[in-house]
């Protein structure tokens, strides 16, 4: 090989690679600056540069390189960044493409990459078995909080999560088609151009910038007359000039979930130089496919030998990549070790590109004859029957140790670089998602697709299918068209192995390693057997063996072999791990595509909103909406402004949004019938024009939610649940209606956001939207307590409650949405001229707790009667059947000593008791203390001029006048029991 | 993500438009107040959780707001029939068929040695 | 909702300045319409029909229209119906059996159009909108995203999603991401 003096890189073979030469990018690995070809992956420009070494392992820091071209990767994991904000840990280097002003840096390394003061744990090691962490952290158990939690937390993961909010976009998009195929080399694009020949609507997808599949390093296949490669981009060309085929570049099939979905994440600008502004980052596409064709061929694995670990060790089909497609060297004195006969195709083509082949160590006696022919043809060296037993090499590999089979002198040999390969694993890792089974080939020590679950179908590698001409009619028949494609090869491949390599057995302690980014060995999978690990299951989390973010792409087979000899099972008894989704890590970007900042989750507004707002409202969160909270005037906090707007409701009046209440219509001549089923009041007995207060129960007897109801025809209700409750309620509803009451002729409505509510109480109420009102007399003998009407309001067709949240007169105007804002205007014109306020949900909340109104959810916490809630009078004594007639009854339902709701004084009128705080009859009890129930409303009363509170407590009600206690961290307070009403016991008020 | 046929819609539709509601088939007692504790705590309690093929309600909330009811198998959660509310529990014929499917010929996952790992 | 002292002017609409799209779909708030939740069984949908002025569909994801009146299939007993003023008391002269519920202020609607219209739907939507399995005047209830939309297709390339009032913020945001991305990356297939 001549010397180049590629600015690209020393080990950039001219005439070789399919980039183009003038077409550079510039980037930087751990602050030095390197020059590469546009196409290259990271991996390849470093290695062009002859850079090996780019990352220290997870446990024993010790230095690693590049062990792969693809996915698969479990070594070159770096962090990527193109600004302080974009920046990406764990990215695979064999992945990753480069681009101009890229910032790379290596991980899990300090001081730095080459001397790195974690890699003492590797002079440890004996100390760092498999089980480790389980056997030594475990006592004292002070110690974990202190010492070693903070130890773990420092030593392990990998890379540094950013800490920047993340500036990109992400896009999702649902789709369909009649055929999905996954991965698109020789199998996946046949069988694409035999779909797409049907009219059938196809996606391709491939997670490679470009098609082809293991055309990037296999040179020596002809489709059609041409280069393989070649023949793939022409067939993509033509598929993506159809209109019914989509084909997804930089694309990964990352799940394959039930019934034909499967998740995809294509990546549109982590190559791009400067993307533009309003490219996603990465789009997920959600798609349902009605068949897929499986084509995600197979995982050259490494061979597992001592110290196989060292950088300038790698898979011969990767150096074959980064030879054929990228045109970059792996070194210049090349050492193979293989037990396949594909590695000799690598050292081939390494050849012919001058490289030098210091020799091919088989550990086979008897491989494939024709490569080995064309091997002794080419003047290398071929030692069969041998195998490498140890490497040398501290930053980088410079020597491996090789020894004839059952024994004989070790030499060494000098490398500069190593490339192995103990066969390929068929890459089923999707078929097994889709719940496919999977049978274990004898012959060829692989698990091969066997029993589908979906409408699914492997062709080529992932199938086990060797030969290319079978490969090519079976991607043929797997799209369902017609196609002609022919392929030949040069060399039949034979050969593979799994498991420990010679020199690597039970009987030896050396490091050889099964997973990488694990640093699991065979002898850590010894280890889990000799401690009682039998299943493979248990092996794994003992090891960690293929728990890494490579999911054991590499390590699985290796695992399984050396667990079933230890065994003495056959592998198919030991059992594979299930694989499971996702194939290769995803962002959160891309899961969360859409769902960020406002469109996290929808925000919900009342139509007054905005005027609210401009009022100066703090607002709330109550599930999705926002209600205005209270209405601080200025310099007021939020507790002089709650205390206000108390104040001024009972004083003169107040204007509250109650646009949030859920309402659901209840149309139909059976309504009342039904509602007599789903609440437990009478409903029949309301006259048209009438409301009442329900309470509705599960099954189970407890409180599930209330709320007015308004009966304004024979056949129609207007029915309101609390704003937390309306979907549910409507659903509870339509489920009853619907499966067991669907001979009542009725149907229900959610009209919550036809309304806009506006609730107008306190004594001025009536004089407040009297002159507004047109069509009913609002006098107290025409339009009592408990009244409504249809009616204008400010001429706006409305529905008008006279109801009361507040225990004052009040008036709840009900006005379609788009009217709101015009109506509210109007009405709070008028009342602040009166000198009303408007108040909002805290105030609410104050004034509704000085009645003792309670508030589901609140005060309620799905295991309280409306007994319990001293609402016994709601629940009918007359009907013969409602949902949780027959809960009521339940024994422990009716039994003595129940926790009731009951009010709270505190003994000094100051002290404000913290809401579900415990309550206790004896302070000075040893723990534990006899909880008799806790806090679940409490405020500052400005009306009461003192503290008030609600609490369930256990026989409550029997306790009225007794003193108990609240144990606070820093204090005991004393509270005297009382009823709930604690402002107006005699309920004038409300019907001023 | 499932793909759940809806009777009323008379098509395969997301998951995501659907809720699930519970076993199928356990008729609300006509005369609930007049059970006994035991008779309730079979009606509203207890649910028997099978493995395999049981039925199912759900409702098309996002879509038509039917309830409707399911045969599924939960292993495979294959679903075997869906059918609409109001109608009898219906046979499956197709259920040994179906469990023949799923009936493991080959010995590799987790699930199928689990019995042999205890 | 017709009434002389509730005029338009005083009505404020949910949607009321939004605007937004892309190079390949254009995103408008709908004009105020009334509409009515319409609910009745099998046997009254003849009269129903004669009394509205246009068939109501029965079968599952069609509409019809006629007399300025859309007709939504929803559900098996259950219709959205949009139009012109005067629905609930069409539905009254029926003499039928029905539930007939206003929500024209419930409903606020969005329409998207353009050629990349489906796409940017289906960046929230999981429906297959293909011609094939979502014709013209196609509709049904959904989801868009975290919200609830009833789709329907007035065109080729023109779509009516019609959203409750609080949600229409949320949707109006996510079908212009979509619109965003659809310029980017349209119909797939």
């Known amino acids: 090989m001549s010397a180049s003096p590629d600015k690209t890189g020393a080990f950039r073979i001219k005439g070789v690679g399919r980039h183009t030469p003038a077409r550079t990018a510039r980037f930087t690995f751990d602050g030095k600056s390197y020059t590469a070809l546009e196409g290259d992956t990271v991996a390849s420009a470093l ?8 990352g220290r392992s997870f446990k024993y820091h010790r ?215 309003d490219l996603p980052r990465e789009r997920l596409w959600q798609v349902r496919a009605k068949k897929v064709v499986l084509a995600t061929g197979a995982i050259e694995r490494h061979m597992v030998f001592a110290n196989n670990d060292r950088p300038g060790i790698m898979l011969a089909s990767a150096a074959r990549s980064f030879l054929n497609h990228h045109g970059v060297s792996v070194g210049h004195n090349v050492g193979v070790y293989t037990a396949h006969d594909s590695a000799y195709e690598a050292a081939f083509d390494l050849h012919r590109a001058g490289v030098t082949i210091a020799a091919i160590v088989d550990c086979r006696a008897d491989p494939g004859e024709a490569v080995v022919a064309q091997a002794r043809a080419l003047g290398v060296d071929v030692l069969t029957g041998h195998s490498v037993t ?158 890494a973010s490579d999911q054991g792409k590499l390590s699985n087979m290796h695992g399984l072999a050396i667990a079933a000899e230890m065994l003495g099972r056959p592998i198919p008894q030991v059992g594979l791990t299930t694989f499971r989704a996702p194939y290769t890590p995803v962002t959160y970007g891309t899961l969360i595509a859409h769902s960020r900042a406002e469109l996290f989750d929808p925000t919900r507004k009342t139509p007054m909103h905005a005027l609210e707002a401009a009022a100066g409202a703090e607002f709330e969160d109550v599930g999705n909406w926002k209600r205005a909270w209270y209405f601080p005037k200025r310099g007021e ?53 009438k409301c009442r207060y329900g309470i509705m129960t599960r099954e189970d007897g407890f409180i599930y939610d209330d709320g007015v109801v308004g009966r304004l025809a024979e056949d129609r209700f207007h029915v309101t649940t609390t704003t937390g409750g309306a979907p549910r309620v409507l659903h509870h509803m339509e489920d009853y209606l619907q499966t067991e009451f669907p001979h009542l002729k009725v149907w229900l409505t959610s009209t919550t956001e036809q309304w806009a509510v506006i609730a107008v109480q306190g004594p001025k109420a009536r004089e407040i939207i009297q002159p507004f009102v047109e069509g009913v007399d609002l006098s107290n003998e025409a339009f009592p307590h408990m009244s409504v009407a249809e009616c204008t309001v400010t001429g706006v067709p409305a529905r008008l409650f006279r109801v009361s949240f507040t225990g ?46 309670l508030i589901v959810g609140q005060d309620t916490d799905g295991t309280v009667t409306p007994d319990d809630a001293g609402y016994g009078w709601a629940v009918s004594k007359k009907k013969t059947d409602f949902v949780g007639i027959r809960g009521l009854k339940r024994p422990d339902l009716v039994r003595e000593g129940r926790k009731q709701l009951v009010g709270l004084l505190t003994r000094d009128p100051g002290d404000v008791l913290e809401e579900g705080a415990q309550i206790v009859a004896d302070p000075n009890q040893p723990k534990p203390m006899t909880m008799l129930g806790h806090v679940t409303s409490s405020y500052w009363s400005e009306n009461c001029d003192r503290s008030i509170a609600i609490a369930l407590v256990a026989g409550g009600r029997a306790k009225a006048g007794e003193t108990l206690y609240v144990p606070m961290s820093d204090r005991t307070i004393a509270v005297e029991v009382t009823d709930m009403v604690f402002f107006d016991k005699e309920g004038g008020r409300i019907h001023g | ?93 197709t259920a ?19 019995g042999d790992a205890r | 909702m017709v009434d002389s002292g509730a005029d338009l002017a005083s009505r404020t609409l949910p949607l009321a300045g939004a605007h937004g799209g892309s190079s390949v779909v254009l995103l408008e708030p709908a004009g105020p319409a009334e509409r009515i939740s319409l609910r009745a069984r099998a046997e009254d949908v003849a009269a129903l029909s004669n009394a509205i002025g246009l068939d109501l569909p029965v079968r599952p994801k069609t509409s019809a229209s006629g007399n300025g009146r859309t007709a939504l299939w929803l559900g098996p007993d259950e219709w959205l119906v949009i139009g012109e003023a005067g629905l609930v008391q069409a539905a009254a002269s029926s003499g039928a059996l029905h539930s007939a519920t206003d929500v024209s202020h419930r409903n606020t609607a969005i329409l998207v159009s353009g050629p990349g219209a489906a796409a940017a739907i289906n960046s929230g939507c999981p429906l297959d909108l293909s011609l094939a399995a979502f014709p013209v005047a196609a509709c049904t209830r959904t989801l868009l995203g975290k919200v609830e939309i009833v789709l329907l297709r007035t065109a080729e390339d023109a779509f009516r999603v019609e959203v409750w009032r609080s949600f229409s913020g949320y949707a109006f945001g996510l079908l212009g991401e979509g619109a965003r991305d659809a310029a980017l990356n349209p119909e797939p297939l």
């Open chain 1, 47 to 54: 290695l062009a540069h002859g850079v090996h070494l780019l």
């Open chain 1, 63 to 277: 230095p690693r390189g590049i062990l792969t071209a693809g996915p698969e990767e479990p070594n070159a994991l770096l962090d990527v960044s193109r600004d302080s904000a974009r920046r990406q840990p764990n990215v695979r280097a064999t992945v990753q493409e480069v681009f101009d002003g890229a910032k790379i840096a290596s991980q899990n390394r300090w001081p730095s990459l080459s001397f790195d003061v974690g890699a003492f744990n590797d002079v440890l090691s004996p100390f760092f078995a498999a089980g480790f962490y389980y056997k030594t952290f475990m006592w004292p158990r002070e110690a974990w909080a202190k010492l070693y939690e903070p130890i773990i937390r420092r030593a392990a993961g990998l890379g540094e999560a950013p800490k920047e909010e993340d500036p990109d976009h992400y896009a999702n998009r649902f789709a369909h088609c009649d055929v999905l195929i996954a991965g698109a080399g020789i199998a996946g694009l046949t069988a694409a151009l035999s779909a797409a020949s049907t009219g059938q609507t196809v996606f391709l997808v491939d997670e490679q910038p470009e098609v082809g599949g293991a055309l990037h390093f296999d040179t020596s296949t002809m489709i059609d007359g041409q280069n393989g490669y070649d023949w793939a981009q022409d067939a993509a060309a033509r598929l993506k000039a159809m209109p019914n085929v989509t084909v997804l570049n930089r694309t990964t099939v990352f799940g394959y979930y039930n019934h034909g979905f499967l998740g995809l994440a294509e990546r549109v600008t982590d190559h791009v130089v400067r993307p533009a502004k």
């Open chain 1, 390 to 547: 140890d490497t040398s090499g501290r930053l980088r590999i410079s020597s491996m140790t090789v020894v004839r089979n059952g024994g004989g002198n070790a030499r060494k040999i000098k490398v500069d670089a190593l490339i192995v390969s103990a066969g390929w694993t068929p890459s089923v890792h999707l078929f097994s998602q889709s719940r496919g089974k999977l049978r274990f080939d004898e012959a060829n020590q692989r698990f091969l697709p066997d029993i589908y679950a979906q409408n699914c179908i492997s062709v080529g590698a992932c199938n086990g299918t060797d030969d290319i001409a079978d490969l090519v009619d079976e991607a043929i028949a797997a799209g369902g068209g017609s196609a002609v494609v022919s392929a030949e090869n040069r060399f039949e491949w034979t050969g593979g192995m799994i498991g420990a390599a010679e020199g690597a057995g039970p009987d030896t302690v050396v490091k050889a390693f099964v997973d990488f980014q694990h640093d699991v060995t065979a002898k850590d999978i010894r280890l889990a057997v000799r401690e009682g690990m039998h299943s493979i299951e248990h092996i794994k989390r003992f090891t960690t063996n293929g728990m």
């Open chain 1, 637 to 689: 906090d939020m507790h002089v402004a709650v205390n206000r707007e108390c104040r001024t409701v009972r004083d003169i009046g107040g204007v509250f949004d109650a646009s949030t209440l859920g309402k659901i219509e209840v149309v139909g001549p059976d309504a009342a019938q039904f509602l007599n089923l789903l609440y437990t009041n009478a409903w029949d007995t309301l006259k048209p024009g």
């Open chain 1, 808 to 853: 004052e007169l009040g008036f709840e105007v009900n006005v379609p949405a788009d009217f709101g804002a015009a109506v509210w205007k109007a009405i709070w014109e008028r009342a602040e001229g009166l000198g009303a306020c408007l108040y909002g949900t805290e105030s609410m909340h104050v004034l509704r707790a000085e009645k003792g109104y």
């Open chain 2, 1 to 93: 993500m499932l793909l759940i046929h809806c009777p009323y819609c008379e098509e395969d539709r997301s998951e995501l438009e659907f809720r699930w509601a519970g076993e199928a088939h356990i008729a609300r007692p006509e005369n609930i107040s007049a059970i006994t504790d035991e008779e309730f705590a079979e009606y509203f309690f207890l649910r028997n959780n099978e493995k395999g093929l049981t039925y199912e309600r759900w409702r098309h909330i996002h879509g038509c707001g039917r309830f409707f009811n399911a045969a599924r198998d939960t292993v495979s959660d294959r679903f075997l029939m869906t059918y609409k509310a109001g109608l009898a529990r219906q046979p499956v014929p």
């Open chain 2, 96 to 114: 040994e068929e179906a469990a023949a499917i799923i009936e493991d010929k080959t010995v590799e996952t987790w699930e199928a040695v689990e």
